[in-house]
């Protein structure tokens, strides 16, 4: 939206959202239009009529926006709604002819055919360079194909760096006795999401945080509430394993979206790297939060060490399964103060390979480009995004404790002012062509 002048508070704006117009509704699900296209979205609490202006995020309304405001902006984005569309169809042109086993799996993923597990063991194990554009190509002309130039920017909000478990990939893990511990309170929380919703025009935010379980579920109930009734977002909860009463507890405030990774499906590596935890257990919670009616997100880790190309294939698998709203994988990076400090670090390729995969394996999987790949450096948002994902996350913690939530070193964009992200990651999305549309269900 950059370039673009709002009528209204949204100066800067990542905004990465644009108005729909109601144009019919049965029941809880609304038809909506984007300048000519439809798409369906929830409203779970929030009755819309037809000609109504709205904003929805995860195919959920989450706000409502009068016919006055809508318009202008709807205006202002028009024709660069159709311009963004051109980018990605000449980004997306290149030739996906491949010879081989992997030739056939990019047959089959763009027939609509199901990949096999030999299929997505062949695309794994792609090294030549040419060969491994070819399956970028692929996957991104995939996303386009089935999901066209649409993009979510989601917003995270790091609230608390205390955690219960000790798991050995992770810096915030308990055993990690010399990290500096933080808990936001009610009030910060509400001005930071505050901050990121009215000043910059976010409507997702996921408020993260170790297992911590100084947060009551009451207390946590009562911030989404707040949240909810204020602002227009869809608020998605990344708080670990907490009881399934929390979570409806939580649904019930306002908070419609679950982020939950399973980590690695390799049962053995999950119990030695999450000590006192099953998978069984974890998985048990992610399938009823789906039922819950929660905008799921899931997935794992890549390169954890002992991980092989069979792993990465089954959580792919296992991922598509589990039927998310969004897939959220990313590399693991080893972190100084852990067990797993000497342990190697994943290529970008790796993670790369995963989304393409992903992709070909999920074609209308919604994909996300998440804050760990950008440990590689400036130029693999991009590359991720031109290897089938169409999702974005901007870390909107406050500067004081970005620092402190240390999953992993390296993390991209720890000094960087909230607002010179958005405004980065707003090119960016221009630069390749995506609009910011809701995807809807
Ligand atoms: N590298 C990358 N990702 C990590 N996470 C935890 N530790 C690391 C690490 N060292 C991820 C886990 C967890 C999410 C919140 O952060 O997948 O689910």
Sequence with gaps: MINIKFPFALTLSVCYA???RVVSVEGKTVVVDYFGETRKAHAVDCPVR????????????????????????LAAWKERFFELKKVDAELSS??????????????????GEALSREDMLAVLSTRNPAQLETLYFAANRLRKERLGNACCVHGILEFSNHCRN??????IRCGNRTLKRY????????????????KLGFKAIVLQSGEDSFYKDEMLAAIVKKLHERFG?????????????????LYKAGAYGALLRFETTNEALYSRLRPG???ADRL??????????????????IGLPGQTAEDTANDILLTKSLGPDMHSFGPFIPHPITPLASAAKPAQEDVLKAIALSRLADPQAKILVTTALETFGPGARAAGLLAGANSLMINTTPPKYRRLYDLYPGKAGTDEPLEDAVRKAVELLRSLGRAPADLGV
């Design 18 to 20: 644009i108005p729909g």
């Design 50 to 73: 037809p000609g109504e202006y709205i904003y929805a995020q995860g195919g959920i309304i989450v706000g409502q926006i009068s016919e006055a405001e809508a318009l202008p902006i």
């Design 94 to 111: 290149a030739s996906t002819e491949a010879r081989g086993a992997l030739g056939a799996a990019i047959k089959k993923a763009m027939a």
């Design 166 to 171: 000790d798991c050995h990939y992770c810096g």
């Design 183 to 198: 808990r936001m309170d009610a009030e910060e929380i509400f001005e930071a999401v505050g901050h990121a919703a009215d």
């Design 233 to 249: 977002i869809l608020i998605t909860l990344s708080i670990g394993e907490r009881s399934r009463e929390c979570y409806r507890r």
């Design 277 to 279: 935890k099953k998978l």
């Design 284 to 301: 048990e919670l992610i399938k009823w939060l789906k039922r819950m009616g929660f905008v799921l997100a899931t997935g794992f880790l």
